[in-house]
């Protein structure tokens, strides 16, 4: 889809989207990934109603998946597709959705760096 849009071909990533099911399971790839997509996708298109909602309905599908919420929520923050759902418009419905960005715990930054921690 994302490269339907960088080639201009709105209409076509517009078909695209709406084609797209979710399956009841989906193995190996987590569910939430058929909504990671789309939203992606539209708010590409700068349809960012759409994409939260589809966010939202992704984030749902995740609570019933275990171990699964922290990627949903990590792909959210850091997929650059979704920066405009970060700046001030969106971020407050962002944020009912998936919750506040987390800051890294010292211990955690600690690890990345190599460093040792007590």
């Known amino acids: 889809m994302v490269f339907l849009?960088?080639?201009g071909s709105r209409q076509e990533a517009f078909k695209v989207?709406?084609?797209i099911k979710v399956p009841p399971r989906i193995t190996p790839l987590?569910?939430?990934?058929c909504y990671?997509?789309?939203?992606?996708?539209l708010a590409s298109l700068e349809r960012f109603d759409e994409a939260?909602?589809?966010?939202?309905?992704g984030m749902q599908r995740t609570k019933t998946e275990k171990g699964c919420i922290p990627c949903f929520?990590?792909?959210c923050w850091l997929v650059p597709y979704f920066e405009p759902l970060r700046n001030p418009s969106c971020l407050e419905r962002l944020e009912k959705i998936i919750g506040p960005k987390q800051k890294p715990s010292r211990e955690s930054t600690a690890r990345r760096r190599g460093d040792h921690v007590d």
């Open 5 to 7: 849009l960088k080639e």
């Open 52 to 57: 939260l909602g589809a966010l939202a309905e």
């Open 36 to 41: 990671l997509h789309p939203a992606c996708a």
């Open 30 to 33: 987590s569910s939430y990934a």
């Open 17 to 19: 989207i709406g084609g």
């Open 73 to 75: 929520v990590g792909n």
